[in-house]
């Protein structure tokens, strides 16, 4: 394969710094693809597919059949990030984790920022993810968020912007885990001649940072899932196997004396720590939706009580409030006294009104995002949607003006991918993962989604994006 | 380990043995069919009646031909005991307790699911069926041989084994029950060649011909009777089976055996007691028929047990020791 004549056109590509000229992290990479005979890339990229579908890797997709497993799409040419680049996203994400988790605590005590006019206090009111039944609890440590999946993007002037903060449930990480093992047998000599900071600890590191819950020597650890019709549940499994924890569904767990047990063949046994995977509001029936058969009764209870922790501790999602995204400069300013230090993308919170009229002006230009909606659902692409589309969303908008924000469209920087035997650029996002326990954690490295389709800006699974293997370079 | 995961792993068993003791039925009716005296209609109501489902039968399909019964009991994903629903249920078990059991298991499990679902899709001639019944009782081996093979010999594996167990005893007593079922042409042919036939199908049915042979050399009603319900050395003998699935559920719950501790030990160790001390002369007296299906609700009622104990739990004191909501 030659590269010699690879365009990275108009947007920052993430290993070539022009028309065939390769950035300093990937000439080795690209100049080991150039030695190898013609198809070989090609019939490595089939051995990693048959790899993957042995492994079993699939995802669920919502509103196709239930339980619709698909076998995920991976593309084996990585992403190279390169040492300094992460040293920038390691040392934004900690700024931004520590800010965000001061501002969870305060939203649930004194309400500080609202007090100080930073962030209207309708807009936290308004919020799905804010919990009143939250209000004044301390979880241990004061943690409110363990495990956040941040989804940054590079534009054409090559800086990464923050797009949305995964603050709830961020799933992906098994992909990164096992992308890391197929891309091991696809390029054993690869991985001698590059330093890779090396994944495979997030999951002792999880288990880690879920026994900082608990002041107990042992504690007892359960992941809660949905069950095996989630589209993540490949991920709630695996992540129980390798840290050897109970996968738990809400059904196993049940309220004993203002306790949470797990009912075993040896009859209950007491659970400290749940690493829950369903968001709050299915949590706890009593609490939150009476119809929900999702949830265990009594456990707000339970956790109000500090009879059980559970990560991220409820009430988190305020932080993941797409509308209050935007505030998050504002919100790092205001607990850190610091700049942040990974921007954020320019939004408009439709919830303003010069907000909304712009945005409603320029549909044809702006991706317009439901605030409370996950996985690119409730997605809207202005230059790419039809007419009719674009009116429906004004409609939506007008309706229900707090439950929309706009981004201009992106151009997302592109990464070499292979298509039939050449590579061509891709765009791509990155998100990578936060621990928070005794300490912060970030994990060197990260799902790098990619849009398979060419010229397409959607890298989401559920709607025709793959995924690459990141290495960060030490 | 989990409630739910041991009543997954138990069921997918349950599931497994079911679909194949399925085969084993339609295998001794196609059988016993092809041995009836020339001139005699082939018999298929018998054969629902032995699985216990005659009712639903009854309601749905009406009249009992061999394409109406076969659909039901392979075909027909509304008859939650037909092969397929047993598949589609060992399975869906199977997938939800994939992190626990190897993956050879699940493999196997998927590929047994794909084999009933594409034979259901494609449709099967008279030769198709024979060979379907063979893969089906084959795979349901296979898959046994796997978990034997690849599981810890643990609390998991003795789920396993309880279900694939009692599931087979209560098969077992339904393959004898067919022979009850069958008409003979007329009262006189008892003891023919026919009748001797007819109880030597049934062997086979159970895969149990060649063993019976050396154990009491030729075929006679109450010997074949004798083996089937009471030899503690056949694997697919009802004694054999209890004593089998009492050492599980010991092991499971740590007491020694000649006690109890729960339930399902008591029911399940009184039961096997009792074949342990009864003899065919026993049973034949009260009619074979009435002591099959005695035993089967006993067998239920031990099923219960297991599920009420190990599956269900349900309140703890406020000392923690688990008890029995009343």
């Known amino acids: ?474 | 380990m989990l409630s739910r995961v041991a009543s997954s792993i138990y069921w997918v068993n349950r599931y497994i043995e079911r679909a194949e003791n399925y085969a084993r039925f339609i295998e001794v009716n196609l059988n016993l069919s092809l041995d009836l005296p020339r001139g005699t209609i082939e018999q298929w109501e018998p054969l629902v009646a032995t699985t216990g489902d005659h009712e639903m039968f009854v309601a749905r399909y009406g009249k009992a031909t061999k394409e109406t019964v076969l659909h039901f009991l392979v075909a027909d994903a509304e008859n939650p005991n037909s092969i397929l629903s047993c598949l589609l249920g060992a399975r869906e078990n199977a997938r939800s307790v994939k992190e626990i059991i190897s993956s050879e298991m699940w493999e196997q499990v998927n590929r047994f699911y794909l084999l009933v679902r594409d034979a259901v899709t494609r449709g099967m001639s008279h030769h198709d069926l024979h060979a379907f019944l063979a893969d089906v009782k084959s795979a349901s081996h296979l898959l046994w041989g796997i978990t034997d093979a690849t599981m810890s010999h643990g609390e998991g594996w003795h789920f396993a084994r309880l279900g694939r167990l009692l599931e087979r005893a209560d098969k077992t007593s339904r393959i004898l029950d067919v022979k009850y079922f069958i008409l003979l042409p007329t009262a006189d042919e008892v003891g023919t060649p026919f009748d001797i036939i007819q109880w030597s199908d049934l062997l086979k049915s159970a895969s149990a011909l060649e063993m019976y042979y050396k154990r009491y050399g030729r075929i006679a009603p109450d010997d074949v009777a004798a083996f089937l319900i009471l030899e503690p050395t056949f694997p697919r003998a009802i004694r054999y089976c209890l004593i089998k699935a009492e050492d599980s559920l010991h092991t499971i719950s740590g007491s020694e055996r000649g006690s109890y501790q729960n339930v399902a030990e008591k029911r399940l160790g009184r039961l096997r007691a009792e074949l342990d001390f009864v003899d065919i002369e026993d049973c034949v007296t009260r009619g074979l028929h009435e002591f099959v299906d005695h035993f089967q609700a006993r067998l239920n009622q031990v099923g219960e047990a297991i599920s009420e104990t190990f599956f269900a739990p349900r309140r703890v004191h406020h000392t923690g020791s688990v008890t029995e909501e009343q």
């Open chain 1, 1 to 474: 394969m030659k590269f010699s004549t690879y365009d990275p056109g108009e947007f920052y590509d993430e290993l070539f710094e022009g028309i065939g000229r390769p950035r300093r992290g990937s000439a080795l990479l690209l100049r080991k693809f150039a030695s190898l005979p013609d198809g070989e890339l090609r019939k490595r990229q089939q051995a990693a597919e048959r790899v993957i579908l042995n492994m079993g890797m699939t995802f669920g997709v919502y509103g196709g059949d239930e339980g619709h497993e698909q076998i995920f799409p991976f593309d084996i040419v990585p992403r190279i990030v390169e040492a300094p680049d992460w040293t920038l996203i390691d040392t934004g994400l900690r700024q931004r984790l520590r800010a965000l988790n001061l501002f969870i605590d305060d939203v649930y005590h004194e309400q500080k920022i609202l007090k100080d006019n930073v962030i209207p206090s309708e807009l936290i009111y308004s919020s799905k993810g804010f919990l009143k039944a939250c209000w004044g609890l301390n979880p241990p440590r004061g943690i409110w968020c363990h495990i956040a999946g941040i989804d940054l993007v590079r534009i054409s002037d090559g800086r990464y912007y923050v797009l949305e903060d995964n603050m709830r449930c961020p799933s992906g990480v098994a992909y990164v885990l096992e992308a890391r093992q197929v891309m091991k047998r696809t390029f054993p000599e690869l991985f001698e001649a590059y330093r890779v900071r090396p994944v495979d600890e997030y999951p002792s590191r999880l288990l880690e940072t879920l026994r900082s819950l608990s002041d107990l020597p042992d504690p007892t650890i359960v992941i809660l899932t949905p069950g095996s019709y989630n589209s993540a549940y490949y991920e709630h499994s695996l992540l129980a196997q390798k840290m050897g924890l109970e996968l738990v569904e809400a059904g196993d767990l049940v309220v004993i004396d203002g306790s949470v047990h797990m009912r075993t063949t040896k009859g209950f046994q007491r659970v400290d720590v749940i690493y829950r995977r369903i968001n709050d509001e299915y949590l706890d029936p009593l609490v939150f939706r009476p119809d929900s058969l999702l949830g265990i009764p009594g456990v707000m209870e339970a956790y109000k009580n500090g009879r059980v922790a559970i990560a991220n501790a409820p009430g988190t999602g305020v932080a993941d409030d797409k509308a209050i995204y935007a505030y998050v400069p504002k919100i790092i300013n205001y607990y850190l006294a610091e700049e942040p230090i990974l921007p954020n993308v320019p939004t408009y919170v439709c919830w303003e009104r010069r907000d909304r009229d712009y945005t409603l002006e320029h549909l044809n230009q702006l991706v317009v995002k439901a605030t409370n909606d996950a996985g690119g659902y409730g997605m809207m692409i202005g230059p790419q949607a039809s007419q009719q589309e674009r009116e429906d969303c004004a409609r939506r908008i007008q309706a229900d003006p707090r439950n929309y924000i706009a981004q201009p469209t992106l151009a997302l920087s592109r990464s070499p991918t292979l298509v039939e035997d050449h590579i061509e650029g891709r765009h791509v996002d990155l998100r990578p993962y936060v621990l928070q326990g005794k300490g912060l954690y970030v994990l060197p490295g990260g799902m790098t989604r990619v849009a398979l389709k060419k010229g397409s800006l959607v890298v989401n699974s559920s709607q025709g994006g793959g995924n690459k293997d990141t290495w960060v370079l030490s």
